[in-house]
């Protein structure tokens, strides 16, 4: 007869090892890891593998997602405050995040190659005559990209 070891601690347990519990309405911080993009991770055994902390507190206290994403009104990703947390689809996390003006466009984008004053230069030159594929050369950029952000398709915020 082998022994097994310690009865393994439940998920819900181990939740509430990592969190920084404070008033109802403030957020309640996860302390333990941290995924790269800052979400709180716990590892959950009896899924084989790693689940979001804000997606387990929705979970322990608010029942299944049914498929959909859990989303913060607070913005904070550490946070596990369920009267924070709501269900929505991915268009309404895509909403939810241009609402709050977190989209990675613009120099918000770590790929972007333009700023807002070469846009504008880049819009003055068209305007003067200048052909699209000179002006993308010029700004080190294709010549669709010059185009879209020349006729505001790419960069319409800026003036």
Same mark, same amino acid.
């Given at each position: 007869m082998g022994t097994r070891g310690p009865k393994p601690i439940p998920i819900e347990e181990r939740f509430w090892r990592y969190v920084d519990?404070? %008033?109802?309405?403030?957020?309640?911080?996860?302390? #333990?890891?941290?995924?790269?993009? #800052?979400? %709180?991770?716990?590892?959950?055994?009896?899924l084989g593998r790693l689940k979001r902390a804000h997606v387990l507190s929705y979970e322990i206290h608010k029942g299944s997602l049914n498929g959909l994403w859990c989303l913060h009104k607070c913005d904070n990703r550490k946070c596990?405050?369920?009267?924070?947390?709501?269900? #929505?689809?991915?268009?309404?996390?895509?909403?939810?995040?241009?609402?709050? %003006?977190?989209?990675?466009? %613009?120099i918000k984008n770590g790929q972007a190659k333009l700023n807002p004053s070469m846009i504008v230069a880049m819009r003055q030159k068209r305007a003067d005559g200048n052909i699209y594929r000179d002006i993308a050369k010029e700004f080190g950029v294709s010549t669709?990209?010059?185009?879209?952000?020349?006729n505001r398709k790419n960069w319409s915020r800026v003036r």
């Open positions: 519990k404070r %008033g109802q309405d403030e957020c309640w911080e996860w302390t #333990g890891c941290l995924h790269p993009t #800052g979400y %709180g991770l716990l590892q959950a055994r009896e596990v405050n369920p009267r924070h947390l709501f269900a #929505g689809t991915r268009e309404d996390n895509t909403k939810d995040m241009i609402n709050k %003006g977190r989209e990675a466009s %613009g669709m990209a010059a185009f879209n952000a020349i």
